[in-house]
């Protein structure tokens, strides 16, 4: 394996950053054009639609709409049958999870001004979401807790879980999560129809205000599409991971570390940055040594050889540069006195102090989530939270004397806008 190795002393080495970090989805006319039919199919027809497709792409025929759904127990017993050590961890990670997030919990606020008007916001928790879990080939328990335990700490009153079993294969795993997590109800469906049931509403399954958790390209395209007609968390590229690491952690423990994420598919981004050179040099070994071991190499090593580098920077102060150039979904700090450094760390969705502190500890345990911004979205956008399963109202109640000062001001700012009937509906109240 050949891992692309670059320099911050060359000449172009700019240029061939920004080609490196280059990634924009290719526009699938013809996955569009199907998402767009399905979405107006399910919205016309609703739970027959639904039915259909799933018997199609899932190939699930299922008898009505009302085995769309898993009965409680089922939940419940998938729960008490897990092996005491998958339960064990699967309850030790909910419950950091949970902590942390009650940490974020957002109240209500208001204040008076020294004329009786007073002022705030008021904090509500959006009343359903619906979470896609994605099924399949892949299953993703972490993914359960991660979107259902913040929207529960936000006091979400109904949680909707959709989960594509094809051919009717069921992973205990996930819906064991499921039942910890307190999702309230589990349809078996996935795809852009669920997008579209949980986004307009079937007879069956309840329209939802925001949609959360990944899917494939299909699913990706429709959260997009319905947008406005709810919400989504996020439209989220391929997993990524930064290291800057001083030269002073174990080479083989920083290969696996890029090897976690550039194990998710062949589009996931690995990077190192480092002002030791042998280092990288070691780490390059480690990673040929190291990729024979990996079940899924395969996947690895394309990650790595398509869109991984190995950055020879001129000092840590350079390598925080190109960070925050890069903004990266997860950032490893595998330097001695990390905290040093946060200060000059602008643009991350996580950052993991220390050498201890492996990635994969994020995706699973640590308790923050691992739901974060990826494609250098971290410039602007932050990792999903308790926040994002709440909204605000202003608050407003003005006070007699306060409609006095403030209508005379509202008018003056109306009647240049020309909009006379707003500058009159505060005149009325100063009289």
């Not at 008021?122 to 913040?150: C, E, F, H, I």
């Not at 540069?321 to 946060?342: C, F, G, K, T, W």
Request: charged residues 20%.
């Amino acid at each position: 394996m050949k891992i692309r190795k670059l320099s911050s002393r060359d000449a172009n080495f700019a240029s061939d950053l920004t080609k490196l970090l280059a990634f924009e989805a290719a526009a699938d006319d013809a996955l569009e054009a199907t998402v767009a039919a399905i979405l107006k199919d399910v919205k016309a027809r609703g739970d027959a639609a639904v039915l259909e497709y799933t018997a199609k792409f899932d190939r699930l025929p299922l008898a009505n709409a009302q085995a769309m759904e898993l009965p409680r127990d089922e939940l419940r017993a998938a729960f008490d049958g897990l092996p005491t050590e998958q339960r064990v961890a699967l309850e030790a990670a909910a419950a950091r999870v949970t902590e942390y997030h009650h940490k974020q919990m957002q109240s209500s606020w208001s204040y008076t001004d020294a004329d009786g008007t007073l002022l705030g916001q008021q904090v509500t928790p959006l009343d359903r979401v619906g979470l896609y879990v994605p099924g399949g080939k892949a299953a993703y328990p972490s993914s359960v807790l991660m979107n259902a335990l913040p929207a529960k700490v936000a006091g979400v009153a109904e949680l909707i879980m959709v989960v594509p079993t094809p051919d009717g294969v069921k992973n205990q795993l996930v819906l064991a999560a499921a039942y910890l997590s307190g999702v309230d109800r589990v349809f078996t469906i996935g795809g852009a129809q669920a997008v579209a049931a949980l986004a307009y509403g079937t007879a069956t399954i309840p329209k939802v205000d925001k949609i959360v958790g990944p899917g494939n390209a299909y699913v990706a395209s429709a959260k997009r599409r319905v947008f406005g007609v709810c919400g989504i968390d996020m439209i989220a590229g391929p997993s990524e991971i930064l290291v800057i690491c001083d030269g002073k952690t174990n080479p083989d423990w920083i290969a696996m570390d890029l090897f976690s994420q550039a194990e998710h598919d062949e589009l996931a981004q690995a990077i190192l940055l480092s002002p030791d050179a042998a280092f990288i040099d070691a780490v390059a070994a480690s990673a040929n040594k190291l990729l024979e071991q990996m079940p899924r190499r395969e996947i690895i090593q394309t990650a790595l050889e398509n869109r991984g580098a190995l950055i020879h920077v001129a000092d840590l102060d350079e390598a925080c540069v190109i960070s925050n150039r890069i903004a990266p979904e997860h950032l490893e700090m595998s330097v001695e006195n990390p905290q040093d450094y946060l200060s000059r760390l602008k643009h991350a969705g996580a950052i993991f102090m220390g050498k201890y502190t492996s990635e994969a500890l994020g995706d699973y345990c640590a308790g923050p989530n691992h739901v974060l911004p990826t494609s250098g979205t971290a410039r602007f956008s932050s990792p999903l939270g308790v926040y994002d399963f709440q909204k605000r109202s202003s608050l407003i109640q003005v006070s007699q004397q306060g409609a006095k000062s403030l209508g005379a001001i509202a008018a003056t700012l109306a009647f240049g806008e020309g909009l006379q009937a707003h500058a009159q509906s505060a005149l009325f109240r100063t009289k």
